[in-house]
């Protein structure tokens, strides 16, 4: 019987992107997007609507605590008892949170295995300190391009994908198909599964986070035949929860970001822009969305837009 772990490392092997631009590169897929290809999604904009994709930074957002938490904020001044000339008053404020816990990019330095990080820089490189190689800080020019949505969950005719609910590689073709949109070099690809509705929905973010409907493991092929830059979803992992493979957790994470270089983008709000594209059968737009320039960082919160 063959076992989960190596036909992982099987279909890493076969779309490892490692050496495509440079032995020394961290930024992978990302450098897909182009500066024509930039130039060209900014034709994309035709009414001017801007649509933000990321949730609330608040106590209300999907994390029940344990290993992430929702953002803590601080007030460390209001103002009240200042007693400065002219009557000026000022306030200030603190965050204490994981760069994880709300809409936000995994870095190529987020997972790993076999003791190599994305292009085989060493994993030894990950300590205390942070990062050395494949940081967050390396996608600090953004990432902005041609964004595409596929809404699966609309395809389907439900609310949301039930959790375990796997997205293959053909459905991903037909939903294409369906709305009259394709998916080609250096895209932010954004799919929606309705797991972000449910969560308005029930306020449950236990249930959030103990699984998902997402992308099976045969995505990874689909992604790298299309040369796509960027994948992100309205769920917490891009990827179906629990995997399609016992014994075995985040493989398409492993594929994506360690063999394939791709920067995932995670717990959008796709809604608002799921309901304008099907109003008009628009699918695609221009997308922005930086990161934070966290030195060494793993991960970062962003505020991605959706301009149409």
Not at 9 to 36: F, Q, S
Not at 62 to 67: E, I, L, S, V
Not at 112 to 129: F, M, R, T
Not at 201 to 222: R, V, Y
Request: with cysteine; hydrophobic share 40%; aromatic share 8%.
């Amino acid at each position: 019987m063959i076992t989960a772990v190596p036909v992982m490392r099987e279909l890493g092997r076969k779309v490892r992107n490692w050496g495509r631009w440079g032995a020394d590169d961290e930024r992978g897929t990302t450098n897909l997007i182009t500066p024509g290809r930039v130039a060209a999604a900014a034709g994309l904009v035709r009414t001017g609507e801007v649509f933000d994709l990321g949730i609330p930074l608040d106590g209300d957002g999907p994390q029940p605590g344990g290993y992430r938490i929702n953002p803590i904020r601080l007030m460390s001044e209001t103002g009240h008892e200042q007693v400065l000339p002219g009557g000026f008053k000022w306030a200030d404020d603190y965050v204490f949170m994981p760069l994880q816990a709300g809409s936000q990019y995994d870095s190529l330095a987020h997972v790993h295995y076999d003791e190599q990080l994305y292009n085989g820089h060493p994993a030894s490189g990950l300590n205390v300190k942070g990062a050395d190689k494949c940081g967050i800080h390396t996608q600090a020019k953004g990432i902005a391009g041609r964004g595409v949505l596929l809404d699966v969950a609309r395809f389907r005719g439900v609310e949301w994908l039930d959790l375990g609910s796997v997205i293959g590689p053909d459905e991903l073709d037909m939903v294409a198909a369906a709305q009259g949109v394709e998916v080609g070099p250096g895209d932010i690809l954004l799919i929606r599964t309705g797991w972000r509705a449910k969560f308005l929905a029930d306020q449950d973010a236990a249930g959030f986070m103990a699984g998902e409907p997402g992308l099976g493991l045969g995505c990874a092929s689909w992604l790298r035949e299309r040369d796509v830059a960027v994948v992100g979803s309205d769920n917490f992992g891009v990827e179906v929860m629990p995997g399609e493979n016992a014994g075995a957790m985040f493989e398409l994470h492993m594929v994506l970001i360690r063999d394939m270089g791709m920067t995932l983008a995670e717990m959008l709000d796709l809604e608002q822009l799921a309901t304008a594209c099907a109003a008009d059968g628009a699918y695609d737009f221009f997308y922005t969305g930086a990161p934070l320039k966290f030195t060494r960082g793993v991960g970062s919160p962003i505020n991605p837009l959706a301009i149409r």
